[in-house]
């Protein structure tokens, strides 16, 4: 009987679990933008020396010292920036439910390509002068995780984690909500 019931009204229920995901979605999205200025802004305490920090200009001081000029770590480097801005592509994937999507996004995504470009500098600003660069050479993937640590103590880096989690949960549901656009499309 369940089998029954979820075959004969499945189509609006996952239509209704795609709205609700949909517009948590976006609620969280603002959650993780507000956490991406909140980042900038601690960038700026740290640079005014408002926080325990101690020397935080010291990575500015000699900034291309020890950079590496190997070919590999250049390529994984700018593929890393390239999918820091992945989700630009899955905005296009709503545009049948805009009414008059040619003159929005004309207008709206060098906007939102410019404020993006702005805070990825402004947060790797932060980030820079938060913590020291040998260690980030030392840490691997998370080097978010040693600013908020070095500023706000190991508290606030298990908070930071949760948060990545969450912004990755956001991305998953952007791309399928995205696809499903794209399945829809197609069947038309």
């Known amino acids: 009987m369940p089998t029954e019931l979820l075959w004969r009204h499945g189509y609006p229920i996952a239509g209704s679990i795609l709205r609700a995901l949909d517009s948590v979605g976006l609620s969280i999205l603002y959650w993780v933008f507000g956490f991406i ?20 200009q010291a990575n500015f ?20 920036i390239r999918f820091a801005s992945q989700g630009y ?49 030392e840490s691997g993937e998370l080097p ?13 880096t298990r908070s930071h984690l949760a948060l990545i989690a969450v912004s990755a949960a956001v991305n998953i549901m952007a791309v399928i909500i995205g696809a499903t656009h794209q399945i829809r499309e197609c069947a038309r």
Request: glycine share 6%; no cysteine.
């Open 37 to 56: 200025i909140a980042a900038v802004i601690t960038g700026f305490a740290v640079l005014s020396g408002g926080t325990r920090v101690q020397d935080s």
């Open 61 to 80: 001081r000699n900034s291309f010292e020890g950079i590496t000029n190997n070919g590999n770590d250049l390529v994984n480097a700018f593929i890393s």
């Open 89 to 137: 592509a899955n905005a296009f994937n709503a545009t049948d439910e805009i009414k008059n999507p040619f003159p929005l996004l004309k207008r709206v995504a060098p906007i939102s390509l410019i404020i993006g470009f702005i805070l990825y500098i402004l947060v790797n600003v932060a980030y820079f002068a938060a913590v020291p660069a040998a260690e980030f050479r």
């Open 144 to 156: 978010a995780a040693l600013v908020f640590e070095a500023v706000f103590g190991t508290k606030a």
